[in-house]
Each structure stands twice: as C-alpha cells, then as structure tokens.
C-alpha cells in the first residue's frame, strides 16, 4: 500500500523543515484527531529515536512505535516502523521553490505480514478516494496554516 503527496506552502523551506520536525508540539498535541504520540526515553530526538504512536483506523485506535530513520536538515525525513503484523516508511521531504515557497512531498509505504493487517489494509486500498481527499484536505490545511504562520512571525 502506498500513498503520495505534494503540497505546495507559502512559506521558506527551512521554516517548513523546523515545524514538521517540532517534535515536542507533535508529543503534546491532544487534538480530537485521536492521533497520540509518545517519545520513549528522554533523549533529544536523534537517528533512532522512538515514539509510541496510536492512530484511529476505522473506529479503533491502532497502536505501534515509529522510529526515526533518516534525518536530513533542512530537508529529509523519514520515519520507519515494523512489527510481526506490518512494516512501513514515512518519508518527508522539503523542496525550495523560491525564496518564500517550498514544496513538502509526503509518501507511505506500507506492506502487511499477517492475514488480519491485509484485511486492515485492503480496507484502506477499497476507500482509497476518500483517503486520498482527506489527505488532500488536511495538507492544504496545514499549508494554510504555516503560511498564516509564517506571515505572522515577528521578523
């Protein structure tokens, strides 16, 4: 199963890089997204860090723990997780176009190791539109929102 996007932010690359990897505004978000994410240990974030990480996936959280993977500032990210049941990579990168635009590319990949995660992911793969449009609708949100941010900055 993969998924891929590209979304377009008013805002320079490497503000970008710095908000997506603000870990600690990631670790104490409580949204009413059901998302949680829970670094294990107290070291600072650094190749091989972990987060334990719970997603709402059809009414019920599912839980795994992520480890970062690749860390490239200002430009690359990329998380990696695995279990008995699945694995899979998510990575982030930031393009500048200019000097005030940059492009942020989002891709996943996932492949199921059990039975029961396939039935999970061939869910997934049969509302795949859906996913695509929230996706689609959540990342011109959040381009939407750093940009504000960005603009409203104190120089």
Same mark, same amino acid.
């Given at each position: ?38 670094? $294990?240990?107290?070291?600072?974030? %650094? ?10 996936? *059809?009414?019920?959280? &599912? +839980? ?42 989002? $891709?996943?990949?996932?492949?199921? %190791? ?10 997934? *793969?049969?509302?795949? &539109? +859906? ?25």
């Amino acid at each position: 199963m993969q998924f891929k996007h590209t979304q377009e932010i008013d805002a320079p690359a490497d503000y970008v890089f710095n908000r997506i990897t603000d870990f600690k505004n990631f670790e104490n978000h409580s949204g009413s997204t059901g998302f949680s994410f829970k670094r $294990q240990g107290r070291l600072p974030v %650094r190749i091989g860090t972990r987060w334990d990480i719970s997603v709402p996936v *059809r009414g019920r959280a &599912r +839980r795994f723990a992520a480890e970062l993977s690749e860390y490239v500032p200002p430009r690359t990210l990329s998380y990696k997780s695995a279990s008995l049941k699945y694995e899979g990579v998510l990575s982030l990168s930031v393009k500048p176009i200019s000097a005030t635009t940059c492009r942020l590319h989002i $891709q996943l990949v996932a492949k199921s %190791r059990s039975f029961a995660t396939s039935l999970v992911f061939n869910t997934i *793969r049969l509302a795949r &539109r +859906r996913v695509n449009k929230r996706l689609n609708s959540t990342m011109a949100e959040f381009a939407k929102r750093i940009a504000s941010e960005h603009r409203k900055k104190p120089a």
